[in-house]
């Protein structure tokens, strides 16, 4: 006992100094790149995350968390502090587990394809709300990774725009692992120049506010790209422990 409340105590000693240091971080990058700290949106990827150390972020100031799996989002539902931070869904959704957590987030950052879209709206009408999504686009092109080829997005979104039940709020991105930090720059910087492109053409129902890109290894630089909203794991709790399968 004795060994699990010290290792709990020193967890939170962790969060609490990480959290400072990519406060720090973000507002570094954000006046770089001409914002300011509030104009970026810090969210906390919280995957393996228990509950009592993703509130202790809450406690220190965090206001966005993310979760990727269903199941796992539903199993810790009850314990998140909701009244002082907002969920969201960041990970790979199945259309049939869309009614699970329709209810539950306040924005899908991963959808990719129409069918998951008249899913959500058809959920999200059931619920008499709308809901805010973002348009995950596999930007490296990377065969078996979820995301809208970059070339197929603007029809995506044509058809999107005419789906009562979902309003798209902007565009989301996991790059490639890249070994130079150049790389994966030409990357976000792609998804930036989508983003203003679509941003110009002022189409129905769809506005691009939030541009999701950057984690742990790379957030810095995706605001100096232009990201507006950043999905941080590893860097916020430490290295992932899964559990045995
Ligand atoms: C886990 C995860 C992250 C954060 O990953 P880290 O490298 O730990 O920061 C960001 N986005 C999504 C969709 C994730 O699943």
Known sequence: MENLSSDLSEKLKNVEYNYKVIENNINEAAVKSGRKREDIIFLAATKTVEPKVINHAVSCGLKYIGENRVQELLSKYEEYDLDNCDLQFIGHLQSNKVRQIIDKVSLIQSVDSVKLANEVARQAKLHDKIMNI????????????????????????????????????????????????????????????????????????????????????????????????????????????????
């Open 134 to 245: 973002l348009i995950e686009v596999n930007i490296g092109r990377e065969e078996n990774k979820s995301g809208v080829m970059p070339e197929q997005l603007e029809e995506l979104l044509y058809t999107l725009k005419d789906i009562e039940g979902v309003n798209v709020k902007g565009l989301m991105a996991i790059p490639p692992i890249c070994e130079e930090k150049s790389q994966i720059c030409k990357y976000f910087e792609n998804m930036y120049r989508l983003f203003i492109d679509i941003s110009t053409k002022k189409l129905d129902n769809i506005s691009m506010d939030y541009l999701s890109m950057g984690m742990s290894d790379d957030y810095q630089e995706a605001i100096l790209c232009g990201a507006n909203m950043v999905r941080v794991g590893s860097a916020l709790f430490g290295k992932r422990i899964y559990p045995n399968p």
